[in-house]
């Protein structure tokens, strides 16, 4: 499973085992220069296990890792200093904050004024330069995680490695931070990976998707691609496609699932042929009224839980069991409670559907 464009890093049959138990396990990636590419899976699926052979600090049973087509463990420090990493937790060491931004340049032997210069440009970047004198111990998470970042950006690396920089701190901080970076990741086009669980946060950055599950490399694709056309199951209910009904394509375009018919513009399976018929939640659209285009089903609201900005209303369409997001202003409107009917409506497009073996 490769991406198109240049390779910066490749992975080739890579295996890393811990106990004799295999952990993660890819026959071939191409990680493309300049973009973000963005590692998603469950806990557990082998993210930071990948990364940790990235940073050569994780041994692989076998297997070849190569940047720019030379292999990364023929010289392990040269490679380490074309590369930059941040973690969950910012591991800053007992000393100021511009001490802690100057660190991988000193290793590097950079001279002391420059030193101070990418310093203070990296520390004004993410908005923290008047942080520049304070002792690490004396910031907030949110704060620790710029200076962390801006000490990753400092080195000026090809290579950004990323565990879950993001996912320790409060919503508004954590915000404000995405954005920053976005911002940043775009002027400078380091190759980056991401390793991340968050679906808004694989989509916004991403450029490119690699989805891990059980050690094993399922899907890649752009992150809108890999969330809204899912290769099997499993990768389905990880990226949150509430609707999976099985069923069986019954003509040309129309499958049906739960005694309901549903056409689809995705790619036909054979006429008769099992099939997951998938449909994301938000996709759904409900109304009062019987009318549109697309499929139409009628419906009767069978459960109602508020999440956030939308109301989750469990629906029975005869058989068939539908989850519908819906943005909280459209369920006011609508005036619905449990036990009301109402139209779902999903267009052809919005319908997922994956071929099944017998």
């Known amino acids: 499973m490769n991406a198109s464009g240049d390779a910066h890093l490749a992975i080739r049959d890579l295996v890393v085992q811990r106990g004799g138990v295999t952990v993660l396990e890819i026959d071939s990636l191409d990680?493309?220069?300049?973009?973000?590419?963005?590692?998603?899976?469950?806990?557990?699926?082998?993210?930071?296990t990948l990364l940790?052979?990235?940073?050569?600090?994780?041994?692989?049973?076998?297997?070849?890792?190569?940047?720019?087509?030379?292999?990364?463990?023929?010289?392990?420090?040269?490679?380490?200093?074309?590369?930059?990493?941040?973690?969950?937790?910012?591991?800053?060491?007992?000393?100021?904050?511009?001490?802690?931004v100057e660190l991988p340049l000193r290793l590097r032997g950079v001279e002391r004024r420059r030193r101070r210069e990418l310093a203070e440009h990296w520390l004004e970047r993410f908005g923290i330069a008047s942080?520049?004198?304070?002792?690490?111990?004396?910031?907030?998470?949110?704060?620790?995680?710029?200076?962390?970042?801006?000490?990753?950006?400092?080195?000026?690396?090809?290579v950004l490695l990323l565990d879950e920089p993001f996912s320790g701190?409060?919503?508004?901080?954590?915000?404000?931070?995405?954005?920053?970076?976005?911002?940043?990741?775009?002027?400078?086009r380091p190759t980056t990976v991401l390793v991340t669980?968050?679906?808004?946060?694989?989509?916004?950055?991403?450029?490119?998707?690699?989805?891990?599950?059980?050690?094993?490399?399922?899907?890649?694709?752009?992150?809108?691609?890999?969330?809204?056309?899912?290769?099997?199951?499993?990768?389905?209910?990880?990226?949150?496609?509430?609707?999976?009904?099985?069923?069986?394509?019954?003509?040309?375009?129309?499958?049906?699932?739960?005694g309901v018919r549903l056409a689809s513009t995705a790619k036909s399976v054979a006429l008769g042929a099992p099939a997951m018929i998938c449909v994301r939640p938000e996709r759904i659209v409900l109304t009062r009224e019987g009318a549109g285009d697309g499929n139409l089903l009628?419906?009767?609201?069978?459960?109602?839980?508020?999440?956030?900005?939308?109301?989750?209303?469990?629906l029975a369409s005869g058989r068939l069991m539908l989850t519908a997001d819906v943005p909280v202003a459209t369920w006011d409107e609508l005036g619905l409670s449990v036990g009301d009917e109402v139209t779902a409506r999903i267009s052809p497009a919005d319908v997922h559907v994956i071929a099944q073996s017998e």
Request: charged share 25%.
């Open 52 to 100: 940790g052979a990235l940073q050569l600090v994780l041994h692989p049973t076998r297997g070849s890792l190569t940047l720019d087509g030379e292999p990364m463990d023929a010289d392990p420090v040269g490679t380490r200093r074309r590369m930059a990493a941040a973690f969950q937790e910012p591991l800053l060491l007992s000393m100021s904050v511009r001490s802690n």
């Open 298 to 314: 009628r419906a009767v609201v069978r459960a109602v839980r508020p999440r956030g900005p939308v109301v989750r209303s469990e």
């Open 169 to 188: 701190v409060d919503a508004p901080t954590r915000e404000g931070l995405l954005e920053d970076f976005a911002e940043i990741v775009s002027e400078t």
């Open 197 to 258: 669980h968050d679906r808004d946060e694989a989509l916004r950055l991403g450029d490119y998707a690699a989805l891990l599950i059980g050690g094993e490399l399922r899907q890649t694709g752009p992150p809108a691609e890999v969330f809204e056309r899912p290769a099997d199951r499993d990768v389905a209910e990880f990226v949150g496609m509430e609707n999976v009904w099985e069923g069986q394509r019954s003509e040309s375009g129309v499958y049906r699932a739960g």
């Open 31 to 48: 990680i493309p220069r300049g973009l973000v590419t963005v590692m998603i899976g469950p806990n557990g699926s082998g993210k930071s």
């Open 131 to 158: 942080l520049a004198r304070r002792h690490a111990r004396q910031l907030s998470g949110g704060e620790a995680q710029r200076v962390s970042l801006a000490r990753a950006f400092a080195s000026q690396p090809e």
